[in-house]
């Protein structure tokens, strides 16, 4: 069975950093491209981030780009999100999601999500 | 960047109804289009992929169509589980999603 599962969501001050975590398991993770996106209070859906099967390419929203950092480790079967310099508006549940290819296309499996709570 | 747009922003529908959601791309996207189901509290779940092909497990209720920049989903008949808030999402050029449309059970 496909699973994803964040960890790593908390209370973070204004400015201050965090990292999120996805293990990934039942499928060859290597193979797949992984995506970061969340869902922020009372509002919709937004992507945040993506890399490449390899870690080799990544990509980024404007709203995050310079801020967050995707990274992955095969090895560990793990996707991370680097949180930096986090705002109010970062308040959110951060969900990990699986593409069903090499490249970051759609989102076949999500994780529960993990809650960010940025207070000032 | 491509802009998503759905209509309407909220639903009321009875049981057994048929409901029709819209999204709207700002550009072609071709047919690289894909539909999610969001119940409160829980993760979105990929239904529709590729415009529309319905992803292994679907009700067969779920339907989607369109192309270029107008798409359609289409739930022929409303189950109290649809109860939920559903994007579309696109992923021609980047990866967007429209604002969500919440369908509501009278």
């Known amino acids: 069975e496909v699973q994803v599962v964040e960890s790593g969501g908390g209370l973070v001050q204004s400015g201050g950093s965090l990292r999120l975590s996805c293990v990934a398991s039942?499928?060859?993770?290597?193979?797949?491209?992984m995506s970061w996106v969340r869902h922020l209070p009372g509002k919709g859906l937004e992507w945040l981030s993506a890399?490449?099967?390899?870690?080799?390419?990544?990509f980024y929203s404007d709203s995050v780009k310079g801020r967050f950092t995707i990274s992955r480790d095969n090895s560990r079967n793990t996707v991370f999100l680097q949180l930096n310099n986090v705002r109010a508006g970062d308040t959110a549940r951060y969900y990990c999601?699986?593409?069903?290819?090499?490249?970051?296309?759609?989102?076949?499996?999500w994780g529960p999500g993990a809650q960010v709570t940025v207070s000032s | 960047d491509i802009q998503m747009t759905q209509s309407p922003s909220i639903l009321s529908a009875s049981v057994g109804d048929r409901v029709t959601i819209t999204c709207r791309a700002s550009?072609?996207?071709?047919?690289?289009l894909a539909w999610y189901r969001q119940k409160p509290g829980e993760a979105p779940e990929l239904l529709i992929f590729?415009?529309?092909s319905l992803k292994n497990g679907v009700p067969s209720r779920f339907s989607g169509s369109g192309s270029g920049t107008q798409f359609t989903l289409t739930i022929a008949s409303l189950q109290p589980e649809d109860s939920a808030t559903y994007y579309c999402q696109q992923y021609n050029n980047k990866w967007t999603f429209g604002q969500g449309t919440t369908v509501e059970i009278k």
């Open positions: 550009q072609n996207i071709n047919i690289w």
């Open positions: 999601a699986k593409s069903p290819l090499g490249v970051v296309a759609f989102f076949d499996h």
């Open positions: 590729r415009a529309s």
């Open positions: 039942g499928f060859t993770f290597n193979t797949h491209a």
């Open positions: 890399i490449s099967r390899s870690g080799n390419t990544t």
